[in-house]
């Protein structure tokens, strides 16, 4: 079975432009979180999807959003970057995100912003 | 809200050797699923061990076991005979089991194996 995909891999943006960053999680997993890391900062949860609807979201401002799509592949769109956006951005699926339910990680995007 | 606390920013451990890892966490909630997550240079992450709250028993995966301290919130992670592919950042994670579909991660440890 594929793991979970990200693209692209690298990006390197300018500030003031907006960026798409894709995830396609693991065939049958329905579940879609999206993490940003940076060092120091650890992982810091951006949002969640599940069957197209988001339920739940971490405080980021309201630049980054999300959606899901019905085939459970789900993109993340930043916009009006900022140097602070500059970032590992993580892709994770798991089934159903219930109880002690592992979540897969992709190998994430890299965002540059100069 | 919960939070999740990794107080050592590196560690290294002699190859063979066995070295713990510390993660703290702060919850008012009973219930819920302490991870242990491995991230290797330029790899992905992936699960190493989890627990959950309601057993007493600590969690053993191989060489990897936790030391889970429910009244201290505490959930340390040993690795024992450590090998150089153990090198990487170990990321601590909580998450609620009353479905706030979200993980909590810690700030990362990196783990050094000297040969």
């Known amino acids: 079975k594929a793991g979970v995909t990200q693209t692209p891999r690298y990006l390197i943006k300018t500030r003031g432009q907006q960026v798409t960053l894709s995830c396609s999680p693991i065939?049958?997993?329905?579940?879609v979180s999206w993490y940003q890391q940076t060092p120091g900062q650890g992982l810091q949860f951006l949002f969640e999807?599940?069957?197209?609807?988001?339920?739940n979201k971490g405080n980021f401002p309201g630049r980054f959003s999300g959606r899901q799509f019905s085939n459970s592949r789900s993109e993340m769109n930043v916009s009006t970057l900022e140097l602070g956006d500059s970032a590992l951005y993580l892709c994770?699926?798991?089934?159903?995100?219930?109880?002690?339910?592992?979540?897969?990680f992709g190998p994430g995007t890299r965002l540059t912003v100069l | 809200a919960q939070t999740v606390t990794q107080s050592q920013p590196e560690m290294s451990v002699q190859e063979a050797e066995t070295v713990t890892l510390s993660c703290t966490y702060d919850t008012s909630e009973s219930d819920y699923y302490l991870f242990w997550y491995k991230q290797p240079p330029s790899r992905q992450m992936i699960l190493v061990i989890r627990?959950?709250?309601?057993?007493?028993q600590n969690a053993t995966e191989n060489r990897f076991s936790v030391n889970f301290q429910k009244a201290a919130k505490s959930f340390s992670l040993k690795i024992s005979d450590s090998q150089l592919g153990d090198a990487a950042m170990y990321f601590c994670?909580?998450?609620?089991?009353?479905?706030?579909?979200?993980?909590?991660f810690g700030t990362g440890t990196r783990l050094k194996v000297l040969a």
């Open positions: 065939s049958g997993h329905r579940s």
């Open positions: 627990q959950e709250a309601y057993k007493q």
């Open positions: 994770a699926s798991s089934l159903l995100l219930a109880g002690g339910e592992e979540q897969f």
């Open positions: 999807y599940f069957s197209e609807t988001q339920r």
């Open positions: 994670a909580y998450r609620s089991a009353a479905g706030t579909y979200k993980y909590i």
